[in-house]
Each structure stands twice: as C-alpha cells, then as structure tokens.
C-alpha cells in the first residue's frame, strides 16, 4: 500500500521525488484549482472539488457518495498515490484511508494516517464504508481517533 498523504504546499516537491509515476488524487475547494507545479508530473489525475465540512450549509460544497465512488473506482490498481487537498490532514486523509480500507482491514489501513496529524474528514469516512459496504470503516476510524485525541 503505497498511498501518500500531503497537501497543496508540498504535493509538487514529492512527485518531484518521481515524476511521472505516481498517480494523484487531487482535492480542492469547489472553483480552486490544481496545486501550482503539479502538471506533467502525475501519472493520472483525478481533481475533486468540495469544501471540508461535513454537514450541508448555504454556501458549503460537501463531498457526496458519488465523489466518494468516482476516487474509489478511479484509484483502483493505482501502484502509487498521492492523495492532497489544501493542507493535507482532513480531506485528504479520509480518502487516502476509505481507498485504503478497499483492499486491506480497517486496521491495516489506518497505517495510512499519522498519528496526532491527521484529522480525517468524518462524512468522507462514513461515505466510503457505506459504499464500500464495511460498517467497520468507520468504527475503527472513530476509534483510532478517540485514542489520538481524546
């Protein structure tokens, strides 16, 4: 499981590090566009775009199931991820674990996050295991939370 967790600052620098052979998932704010010096450095590109909230208000753009479906289908046999939005701990995270939790346990891939890091996006997390039909997604991850941060 080869998933890498940044945001915007610093996603350029690490496909640098490869160019051309990691894929990246890219989220953003609806209207914001891709991190400054990322083009031609990607294997493939998939670019989301909602806000990081998680209950719908005037004005919030959040993610639905159907983003959530389009990164789980789009990274499937992905050999190395990059997953960013804007700083790297919300949106980010949520996804790189609900498309890591796709083929291993919830368990294995929390590995995905860091500890005291990362804060993944709980509607994010609660769409992925309902479509990936895996309740225990979201168990672990409140759980691994609640240990983080409690």
């Known amino acids: 499981m080869d998933i890498a967790i940044c945001g915007r600052a610093t996603v350029a620098g690490l496909l640098l ?12 704010n609806p209207g914001v566009g891709l991190p400054d010096g990322v083009a031609g450095l990607h294997r493939r590109l998939l670019h989301l775009e909602f806000d990081d909230h998680t209950t719908a208000r005037r004005g919030v753009v ?3 199931a159907e983003d959530i479906q389009r990164a789980l289908d789009w990274s ?15 949106r980010s995270s949520a996804l790189a674990y609900v498309i890591a939790c796709r083929d291993h346990p919830p368990e294995v891939a929390l590995g995905v996050l860091t500890r005291r890091w990362h804060l993944p996006n709980e509607l994010i997390v609660r769409l992925g295991a309902s479509l990936l039909g895996k309740p225990e997604v979201y168990a672990a991850m409140a759980a691994w939370y ?3 941060y409690a």
């Not at 590090?17 to 953003?28: H, I, Q």
């Not at 499937?76 to 919300?90: D, T």
């Open 76 to 90: 499937v046999g992905h050999q190395r991820l990059v997953v960013c939005c804007h700083a790297g701990i919300s």
């Open 146 to 148: 609640d240990s983080e």
């Open 62 to 64: 959040i993610a639905t």
């Open 17 to 28: 590090e490869d160019p051309g052979n990691r894929d990246l998932l890219a989220v953003s």
